[in-house]
């Protein structure tokens, strides 16, 4: 059975940075792209950012270009989410998912979620 972990989010002050890491297991992790996601209470969840498999293709939601960094590691089945100048908006549960790389990070399919880790900016 699929699983994605996440693990980073912490309470941090605007203009700091987190690194947020997705860790897979029970599913073959190079043949999957894989977004993160975000999502505040009483709101649908936010497409952040998301990055191929194989050809590490980056794609970023608007608000967060230029500041966040996504970055895979298929040797660790692992992905990072590089979050700098974090702003008070930023503050929401970060989600991992992952989609067959058939499908493409715009797909709404994707197969496995990570329950979230939360993070907090203050101002």
């Known amino acids: 059975e699929g699983r994605l972990v996440e693990s980073g989010g912490d309470l941090v002050q605007a203009g700091g940075s987190l690194r947020l890491s997705c860790a897979a297991s029970?599913?073959?992790?190079?043949?999957?792209?894989i977004g993160w996601f975000r999502q505040v209470s009483g709101k649908e969840p936010e497409g952040v950012s998301c990055?191929?498999?194989?050809?590490?293709?980056?794609v970023y939601e608007d608000s967060v270009k230029g500041r966040f960094t996504i970055s895979r590691d298929n040797d660790k089945k692992t992905v990072y989410l590089q979050m700098n100048n974090l702003k008070p908006e930023d503050t929401a549960v970060y989600h991992c998912?992952?989609?067959?790389?058939?499908?493409?990070?715009?797909?709404?399919?994707?197969?496995?979620w990570g329950q979230g880790t939360q993070v907090t900016v203050s101002s």
């Open positions: 998912a992952a989609i067959p790389d058939y499908y493409g990070c715009s797909d709404p399919g994707y197969d496995y």
């Open positions: 990055i191929s498999n194989r050809d590490e293709i980056t």
């Open positions: 029970g599913f073959t992790f190079a043949d999957y792209d």
